[in-house]
T-cell receptor, first 113, second 111 residues
Framework: GAGVSQTPSNKVTEKGKYVELRCDPI?????LYWYRQSLGQGPEFLIY????????DSGLPNDRFFAVRPEGSVSTLKIQRTERGDSAVYLC???????????FGQGTRLTVV | DAKTTQPTSMDCAEGRAANLPCNHS???????VYWYRQIHSQGPQYIIH???NNETNEMASLIITEDRKSSTLILPHATLRDTAVYYC????????????FGQGTTLQVKP
């Protein structure tokens, strides 16, 4: 498709489990961003990739969160030992370059029960 | 990172222009003003951005004051589908270009 694709659209997991969230950016976009959005709040920055490398991971809340982008395209956000407070919509965005407009996917709604 | 201040909510009559204000008094000379909107249960949608000149595209117009300390997003003929949360963002001039979202303005377009 032409837009940013995120899978799954919904994920329910049990507290303590491990989850992976996938982002397929727009083809040719070198910059990729992950955000987290809690109910009633604006999106919160988590991490930025330029190509394969994480250029800014200052928004990751703790070491349970990790993201990779091994081939400079698809990215996976990984959350270990999930907690109920991790429940949120996780958004991915990509842009052609770091200072051009970013396009967002529809998000993955993660619910930790 | 420069912060933005927006009203929490606004109403607009369908067919009328919606004017959404934003204050960004600490903006730096090389930082852009971006506007995104988010319709319920969807990802944020890019609307427009500018540096110091006014900008217009098929969705909206962006008016930036000469001192760049504030801006206004204008939706010329609001429709019910424009009901959304509108975010005014000053994009960082650092190496990442990350977008820092605030609380935004909830625009309710009414028939």
């Amino acid at each position: 498709g032409a837009g940013v694709s995120q899978t799954p659209s919904n994920k329910v997991t049990e507290k303590g489990k491990y989850v992976e969230l996938r982002c397929d950016p727009i083809s040719g976009h070198t910059a990729l961003y992950w955000y987290r959005q809690s109910l009633g709040q604006g999106p919160e920055f988590l991490i930025y990739f330029q190509g394969t490398g994480a250029a800014d991971d200052s928004g990751l809340p703790n070491d349970r969160f990790f993201a990779v982008r091994p081939e400079g395209s698809v990215s996976t956000l990984k959350i270990q030992r999930t907690e109920r407070g991790d429940s949120a919509v996780y958004l991915c965005a990509s842009s052609f370059a770091r200072n051009t407009e970013a396009f967002f996917g529809q998000g993955t709604r993660l619910t930790v029960v | 990172d420069a912060k933005t201040t927006q009203p929490t909510s606004m109403d607009c009559a369908e067919g009328r222009a919606a004017n959404l204000p934003c204050n960004h008094s600490t903006i730096s000379g090389n930082e852009y003003v971006y506007w995104y909107r988010q319709i319920h249960s969807q990802g944020p949608q890019y609307i427009i951005h500018g540096l110091k000149n006014n900008e217009t595209n098929e969705m909206a117009s962006l008016i930036i004051t000469e001192d760049r300390k504030s801006s206004t997003l204008i939706l010329p003929h609001a429709t019910l589908r424009d009901t959304a949360v509108y975010y005014c963002i000053v994009r960082t001039s650092g190496n990442t270009g990350k977008l820092i979202f605030g609380q935004g303005t909830t625009l309710q377009v009414k028939p």
